[in-house]
């Protein structure tokens, strides 16, 4: 990492799920210890098998969590938007070092957190272990539904799950999403080839259920794709 938090970096961590509802005096402490850094594109935050001493919060940008097989293959099992953190459970598990690839998508920023303090700052908060708790289980939901769809749905369904979870709630029956990470990632992510996946967006033209420019796709109605994909 390469300096200390700036007003920016402070306000989104105090923003974060995990640490909204920090006393000052444990914010304080949490951010003597941390440091920032800004990623380029592709660039590697950490590789897997890399000593662990930190985790992670993304104030800009998103992050691609990968796996590499023994044959060498890399597969893109997460990412993790602003706001979010990662590689906290690591604390909890006695592993010293990382079991996963992390790589910016797009130029990103983060706060490192040392997990030594944060380690302390448990110790004497009951409300930070909950907290900390319920982050990592609603993480761990989702990805148990994210293995039941790869299990279960065809590649098109996948895809329009995928597409459906980057719609706000709320939002109209036409809404446009932009998609975040470059389609060969989220080809990875879904288990699928990309080329599987530019067919199955070129079907769902086809059906008139969307339009995809670069990017962006715009979806003509968002209960009808809902309805495609049951």
Same mark, same amino acid.
């Given at each position: 990492?390469?300096?200390?938090?700036?007003?920016?970096?402070?306000? $989104?961590?105090?923003?974060?799920?995990?640490?909204?509802?920090?006393?000052?005096? #444990?914010? $304080?402490? @949490?951010? #003597?210890?941390?440091?920032?850094?800004?990623?380029?594109?592709?660039?590697?935050?950490?590789?897997?098998?890399? $000593?662990?001493?930190?985790?992670?919060?993304?104030?800009?940008?998103?992050?691609?969590?990968?796996?590499?097989?023994? #044959?060498?293959? =890399?597969?893109? !099992?997460?990412?993790?938007?602003?706001?979010?953190?990662?590689?906290?459970?690591?604390?909890?598990?006695?592993?010293?070092?990382?079991?996963?690839?992390?790589?910016?998508?797009?130029?990103?920023?983060?706060?490192?957190?040392?997990?030594?303090?944060?380690?302390?700052?448990?110790?004497?908060?009951?409300?930070?272990?909950?907290?900390?708790?319920?982050?990592?289980?609603?993480?761990?939901?989702? +990805?148990?539904?994210? !293995?039941?769809? +790869?299990?279960?749905?065809?590649?098109?369904?996948?895809?329009?799950?995928?597409?459906?979870? +980057?719609?706000?709630?709320?939002?109209?029956?036409?809404?446009? !999403?932009? @998609?975040? #990470?470059?389609?060969? +990632?989220?080809?990875?992510?879904?288990?699928?080839?990309? =080329?599987?996946?530019?067919? $199955?967006?070129?079907?769902?033209?086809?059906?008139?259920?969307?339009?995809?420019?670069?990017? @962006?796709? =715009?979806?003509?109605? !968002?209960?009808?794709?809902?309805?495609?994909?049951?």
């Amino acid at each position: 990492m390469t300096s200390e938090p700036d007003k920016v970096d402070i306000e $989104a961590l105090e923003k974060s799920f995990l640490f909204e509802e920090l006393p000052a005096d #444990a914010r $304080a402490a @949490l951010l #003597a210890g941390a440091r920032t850094a800004t990623l380029h594109d592709g660039e590697y935050l950490f590789r897997q098998g890399e $000593a662990a001493s930190r985790f992670y919060v993304v104030v800009a940008g998103r992050i691609g969590i990968s796996r590499v097989s023994p #044959a060498g293959d =890399e597969k893109v !099992v997460e990412i993790i938007n602003a706001g979010q953190s990662f590689a906290e459970a690591l604390m909890f598990m006695g592993m010293p070092r990382y079991p996963v690839n992390a790589r910016a998508i797009g130029t990103t920023r983060l706060i490192g957190l040392d997990n030594r303090v944060v380690g302390d700052l448990l110790r004497g908060s009951t409300a930070l272990c909950f907290r900390l708790m319920a982050n990592m289980s609603l993480r761990l939901h989702r +990805l148990l539904g994210e !293995v039941e769809a +790869l299990t279960l749905q065809s590649a098109t369904g996948r895809i329009v799950d995928f597409l459906l979870g +980057l719609v706000p709630e709320g939002s109209p029956g036409a809404t446009a !999403v932009a @998609l975040p #990470a470059p389609k060969q +990632l989220i080809a990875s992510r879904l288990s699928i080839k990309p =080329e599987t996946l530019s067919r $199955a967006l070129h079907e769902l033209v086809a059906q008139g259920l969307i339009a995809v420019d670069g990017s @962006l796709v =715009e979806i003509r109605d !968002v209960d009808a794709l809902a309805r495609y994909a049951r």
